[in-house]
């Protein structure tokens, strides 16, 4: 059994199971040299070739328990016929949205639009590098692609002034996304996915109807990978009260972020934790990486706990840093 998986039930591990969000990425300046090559991001995640090289990556270097496949939450708008593009230095930019067209795609086009995606798991699941580790496929939640489908760039400056304007527009999104989502989710486990990581990255930016945007859409994907057979992690980025979303949606693990105070969580959850510290400290210096890591591992000492960082891991991230923190965190016990 996989690290992730004994965490999973509960068994105590022999070693401290560890991976990181976005660990096949910019930091790697392997990646960085395949990506010079292949400006266009949409057709890099769709050359299975390359992003199998490019998953695989991080596990070479620094042995982590599972591979998270290279490809984007932004796939599925994509699948669904919006047009997506990547501009350097601009992040993502999604063209407009055209519902007829897309209420008129059907299952077998979008997983043929993605079929890459899919091939790319069932390769991975032969390799040797994957042997005694999972294979973590990967869907952004419903409210976080809402946001990119309708705001059609990054929400980091905030959302667009009339983001809330068109109800039945946002309605009907919701509806394709439930659908679409499923449809890839179940895709990825046919294909080898061992365990599915529901990336909510802009839940923070939800203010009010929270069971309309939060709740029940995300418990809606859980149930529906839980019936697959297959363990579910969540990662509802920025909210304030982890507790109640793990008391109604159930994830079989939560990814916390680095906002959440590890010592008060730790009395109200009783589900497997992942994640936490902050990709920051990657950025400072060791004798502080070693410290901030000490004290997640020691708050979850005797609670089932994979190791992880708060977010995504910076693209600045020094390569040597990584080694100390895969070090620290295999040696401590
Ligand atoms: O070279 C480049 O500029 C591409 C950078 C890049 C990479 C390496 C993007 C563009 N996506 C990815 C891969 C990716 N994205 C993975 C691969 C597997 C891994 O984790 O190693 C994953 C899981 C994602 C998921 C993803 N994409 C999220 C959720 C996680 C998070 O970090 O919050 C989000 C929000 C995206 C959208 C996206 N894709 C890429 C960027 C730069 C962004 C964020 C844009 C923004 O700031 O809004």
Request: charged letters at 25%.
């Amino acid at each position: 059994m996989t690290p992730i998986k004994e965490c999973l039930i509960n068994k105590s591990t022999k070693i401290n199971p560890i991976w990181l969000m976005r660990q096949a990425g910019r930091y790697l300046p392997e990646f960085r040299e395949i990506r010079k090559s292949n400006p266009d991001f949409i057709k890099l995640c769709l050359n299975h070739t390359l992003a199998q090289e490019i998953t695989l990556q991080p596990i070479k270097r620094f042995g982590f328990d599972a591979a998270i496949i290279f490809s984007d939450i932004l796939m599925i708008p994509y699948g669904i016929g919006q047009n997506v593009e990547f501009k350097k230095n601009l992040g993502p930019t999604l063209g407009n949205i055209e519902l007829k067209k897309l209420f008129n795609v059907s299952k077998n086009e979008f997983t043929e639009n993605l079929s890459p995606i899919y091939k790319l798991l069932t390769n991975l699941k032969n390799c040797k590098e994957i042997e005694n580790r999972d294979l973590i496929g990967f869907v952004g939640a419903p409210w976080t692609l809402l946001v990119y489908m309708i705001n059609k760039i990054s929400p980091k400056n905030g959302l667009q002034e009339d983001f809330f304007k068109d109800e039945i527009l946002i309605n009907e999104v919701l509806n394709l996304l439930d659908k679409f989502i499923k449809i890839h989710i179940e895709n990825q486990i046919n294909a080898g996915a061992t365990i599915i990581q529901i990336f909510d990255s802009w839940a923070g930016l939800i203010q009010n109807d929270f069971d309309r945007f939060l709740y029940y859409p995300t418990l809606s994907l859980v149930n529906h990978v839980k019936k697959l057979g297959v363990p579910v992690i969540c990662f509802p980025r920025g909210i304030s009260d982890y507790s109640k979303f793990t008391k109604i949606v159930k994830p079989s693990m939560i990814n916390i972020d680095y906002n959440v105070d590890p010592q008060k969580l730790i009395k109200s959850l009783d589900i497997p934790i992942q994640g936490g510290l902050d990709p920051k400290i990657l950025l400072s210096n060791k004798e502080n990486l070693k410290k901030q890591i000490k004290k997640y591992l020691e708050i979850f000492r005797d609670h089932p706990y994979v190791f992880n960082l708060g977010h995504g891991i910076l693209p600045e991230t020094e390569i040597d840093m990584v080694y100390e923190l895969v070090e620290i965190v295999r040696n401590y016990k």
